[in-house]
């Protein structure tokens, strides 16, 4: 039996290592500011785990393309270290590029009340903006 916990543990820790390394610290850029790791962030009653280099669609934000902007962190993690805010993390800050502004995949909302012959078909289409994250500062 402890034979079998043994493979299974080592198998384990070679899934894990190959995960962990993806979210290694970058580089330092060209501009010399300090960049951590990832860092989270909150948008449009959402929470976005965040690196350098990231797209990602958030909620519809009243920004032009093009402009850059600021979100405060809730959290910043870089290798084995974690910094939690309370509720954000002092003098720390993501800069987000907007990309485009559009609109999400179709989502369908099916109401239905079984042997009443009632069925009712709802389309929706969420709007989006979509953010290359820039820089992350601590």
């Known amino acids: 039996m402890k034979r079998k916990k043994e493979i299974f543990f080592q198998k384990k820790t070679c899934h894990i290592e190959p995960f962990l390394m993806k979210f290694a610290p970058r580089p330092i850029g060209h501009n010399h500011l300090i960049i951590m790791g990832y860092a989270v962030i909150k948008t449009g009653g959402k929470q976005y785990r965040v690196q350098q280099g990231d797209k990602i669609d958030v909620e519809k934000l009243a920004l ?9 962190v809730l959290l910043i993690g870089e290798g084995s270290t974690l910094t939690i805010g309370k509720p954000t993390v002092d003098g720390a800050s993501v800069t ?6 559009h609109r999400g995949e179709k989502g369908v909302a099916f ?9 009712k078909k709802i389309g929706f289409r969420r709007h989006l903006t979509k953010l290359e994250i820039t820089a992350i500062t601590a």
Request: hydrophobic residues 30%.
């Open 64 to 72: 032009d393309v093009g402009t850059e902007t600021k979100f405060d």
């Open 96 to 101: 987000a590029r907007v990309i485009e502004q």
């Open 111 to 119: 109401k239905f009340k079984r042997r009443k012959g009632f069925h």
